[in-house]
């Protein structure tokens, strides 16, 4: 970290410790022509603020590895930081693993690019894989772009060490990210996330081979896993197909669109693996492109805004359902052609999925395994506590054991393996934001196997002239309707955020969270961030708690349960809001949910925008209602 107060010396040389000789050997750290020119610039220029920003922090590295926008200095994703990122995680892993010049690493990118600096997917994961092999570690590096489930598949394929993906997932085009996996095949949870970015401290200078990409491309260190891991990824999840027959004779019309991302010849691969006929897939969206030109966010979470070009090809077509990945693959959106409106699309939530999709597996080993009870006892699903808890209804009422986790796949990948060391069959878990783990042969979300596995569910609905819309709803008819709304409000200033949660914690005095919200009474409050639920003996929380980021979950005395936190990788506060209730009370149960999420909103959520807010919701909420 370097505070930037006296930044250019009437020489013009940068000045970030004092030292001219130390700011010297700085600069020339700065080996990437663009990267070096920009920081040049930026001197020249006197941008003050521009170097602060740059050169001001350091990015964090956590549980969720990097994340930041591709540029110069210490606070981007750039070819230095890169190294030294690895050069970190390299020493922690030789602390971890007596076996790790035996077993290696995998590294996986995907297609992002951002010219003005010079930065890549591809560039930082070769820059990864020389700073490994310098050191005698073997890594197994994908010769071409991959979807991010493939590295944690690829660690327990091969009994690897560890892994990382070079991806911004769905993140702005000028982002990139640094995402970790450990040898068990799930995200990295702590004490691993301290262990990292203390060894990245110690090791900043290059290590003498690290820049050595050539050199490192030739080592005898390096494999290509490419073809054998797409091989067996395709061979693996035929495992889920249960209907072989009815895909190959299906007539249902899906379109697919990979965002401009990577999930094109992926799906396409894994629909084939399903005998499932081709998806049409949106021509203007179906290569790789980093500048992400036919939409404003690349994130099929937002909804029809990313579905505009989907839809057209859909009513071309005359298909029926479209599938959506995010740019590197690991989530999926679902969205459906409803019948009683001409040109009316239905774009499911993540929750509505989650919902859609846990049923069907669980349908789905109900007819491989039979429903006996000896065998149901081992069954296990997952959600994060801020997703839907319909899987909690499910798992009452069928007789297998539903668990939830904090938010992240990281958790949910964790858990499912100690589970799984354990012998328990975890068939499913899902979170909130169009995540799903629909094999256990990846510990993280999939968009790629949901893609195919939701082709195949939309096949047999459709031979039995059901649509998903009509099975969402006798889903909630059997086992209780579960409404909900997630959103969020954009927050780029860290103190605003913090005083919006001491504010909650200290609502009516000290240490006194609100008592009611929306003329509902709450009857518990857990603090995911100081550790307090009210719900237990001892007032501490069961989860893991973190001060570094921000949670409060109320629950409400009709059964109402709303979530509050900050996101680890964007600049937002999000909000969760679920109403559960029997079979019956659909109606009721929208109304009384409306008035709840509105009382968040107008009460708990201050910020000036909150008009607007409402006024949308508001909107949202009847188009709800009508479609439940």
Request: hydrophobic share 40%; charged share 20%; net charge neutral.
């Amino acid at each position: 970290t370097y505070n930037i107060s006296a930044v250019i010396t009437v020489t013009g040389v940068l000045c970030l410790t004092g030292s001219h000789e130390t700011d010297k050997g700085f600069t020339q750290k700065w080996k990437n022509p663009k990267t070096a020119a920009a920081v040049r610039s930026m001197v020249k220029d006197r941008a003050m603020s521009e170097l602060q920003k740059c050169f001001g922090a350091r990015m964090e590295f956590g549980t969720a590895g990097l994340r930041a926008a591709m540029g110069p200095g210490v606070s981007c994703m750039n070819d230095l930081t890169i190294i030294q990122t690895t050069q970190g995680f390299c020493a922690y892993l030789e602390q971890c693993f007596t076996d790790l010049k035996q077993k290696g690493v995998v590294i996986g990118f995907d297609a992002r690019a951002h010219p003005p600096s010079g930065g890549s997917s591809k560039r930082f994961a070769c820059l990864a894989a020389s700073v490994l092999i310098s050191r005698g570690v073997p890594v197994y590096l994908f010769s071409d772009i991959t979807p991010t489930p493939y590295v944690p598949f690829t660690i327990s394929h091969l009994g690897l060490c560890a892994g990382v993906m070079v991806t911004a997932s769905h993140n702005p085009k000028q982002d990139n990210g640094y995402k970790v996996y450990w040898a068990n095949g799930a995200q990295i949870i702590p004490p691993h996330d301290k262990g990292i970015a203390a060894a990245i401290e110690q090791n900043l200078e290059p290590w003498p081979k690290s820049w050595d990409t050539d050199g490192a491309l030739q080592s005898s260190l390096l494999n290509d896993p490419y073809q054998d891991i797409h091989r067996e990824y395709c061979k693996t999840i035929q495992q889920h197909c249960f209907h072989r027959e009815l895909n190959k004779n299906s007539e249902v019309k899906i379109v697919h669109t990979s965002v401009h991302g990577v999930g094109h010849i992926f799906v396409q691969a894994a629909f084939k693996a399903f005998d499932l006929h081709p998806p049409y897939a949106v021509e203007q969206q179906k290569d790789p492109d980093p500048e992400f030109p036919t939409v404003k966010y690349p994130n099929p979470e937002e909804g029809e805004g990313v579905l505009t070009l989907s839809f057209a090809l859909a009513d071309q077509e005359g298909a029926t359902v479209i599938l959506a990945n995010d740019p590197d693959a690991d989530r999926l959106a679902i969205a459906e052609k409803q019948e009683r409106s001409v040109g009316q699309w239905r774009v499911f939530s993540g929750n509505e999925l989650g919902a859609l999709l846990g049923w069907w597996i669980f349908q789905c080993w109900k007819l491989q395994k039979g429903e006996g009870k000896a065998s149901i006892k081992d069954v296990y699903m997952l959600s994060s506590t801020v997703s839907s808890k319909i899987l909690r209804a499910i798992a009452v009422k069928e007789g297998f054991h539903f668990e939830e986790t904090l938010t992240g796949f990281k958790w949910m990948g964790n858990r499912a393996r100690e589970l799984m060391d354990q012998g328990k069959n975890v068939l499913f878990a899902f979170e909130e934001a169009i995540g799903y783990m629909c094999s256990p042969a990846v510990l993280d979300k999939d968009g790629v196997s949901a893609a195919a596995i939701a082709g195949e569910f939309v096949s047999y609905l459709a031979s039995k002239n059901i649509t998903l819309s009509h099975q969402l709803r006798s889903i909630y008819e059997e086992y209780g309707y579960h409404i909900s709304k997630n959103s969020y409000f954009i927050c780029h200033n860290q103190d605003t955020i913090k005083q919006m949660f001491e504010r909650l914690r200290n609502y009516d005095g000290e240490n006194s969270y609100p008592k009611e919200c929306g003329g509902f009474a709450i009857t518990a409050v857990r603090d995911l961030t100081t550790g307090y639920d009210s719900n237990q003996p001892d007032n501490k929380a069961i989860l893991p708690t973190s001060k570094s980021s921000q949670m409060i979950t109320f629950t409400f005395a009709n059964g109402g349960v709303a979530t509050i936190r900050t996101s680890g990788t964007e600049p937002k506060i999000k909000y969760y809001t679920e109403l559960c209730a029997a079979p019956g009370n659909r109606f009721w149960t929208a109304s009384l949910f409306h008035t709840i999420t509105i009382g968040l909103i107008k009460k708990i959520i201050i910020i000036d925008i909150c008009r607007i807010i409402i006024i949308i919701y508001c909107k949202h909420i009847i188009a709800e209602v009508i479609l439940l």
